[in-house]
């Protein structure tokens, strides 16, 4: 027999309409590791990304080639926007962890305007667990 087999059909059907995100979804958790904050704000050169960000935030956590630092770890925006990164003295474990195919994000917990320019933003660093 060299034929496809659907046996339940209800479960093809979740996954047609969405793809498989809000099938996988549920199965997964996010596991806190660390506090810190983000670097390098008051480098930024698109600063209305300080204006669009608020508590709660979820943010994508992605390597970076970077001839200072190694284990540079960039934060991004949902919205792909570039707002810092992993503080250097921080980096060593998590970049290790994304090197090794693991999944990172941050939550924005935090944000305090030190000045017109510059706002001191903590995170949380969560591992999504499947």
């Known amino acids: 027999m060299d034929e496809l087999m659907i046996k ?3 479960v093809v059907a979740l996954t047609q309409n969405g793809g498989l ?6 199965l997964t958790k996010e596991i806190h590791l660390f506090d810190t904050y ?3 704000v008051s480098y930024l050169k698109d600063k209305s990304v300080l204006q669009e960000i608020k508590i709660k935030d979820r943010l994508t956590l992605q390597r970076e080639d970077n001839k200072f630092d190694d284990k540079a770890i960039l934060i991004l925006t ?3 926007k570039k707002l810092g990164y992993v503080p250097e003295k921080d980096n060593a474990i998590f970049s290790r962890l994304m090197d ?5 994000v941050a939550y924005i917990s935090s944000i305090h305007k030190k000045s017109i320019d510059y706002q001191q933003i903590s ?4 591992l999504v667990d499947f």
């Open 8 to 10: 339940k059909p209800e």
């Open 21 to 26: 995100d809000h099938v996988i979804k549920p």
């Open 38 to 40: 983000v670097a390098g």
């Open 78 to 80: 949902s919205d792909g």
């Open 100 to 104: 090794a195919g693991k999944l990172l």
């Open 123 to 126: 995170i949380g660093i969560y």
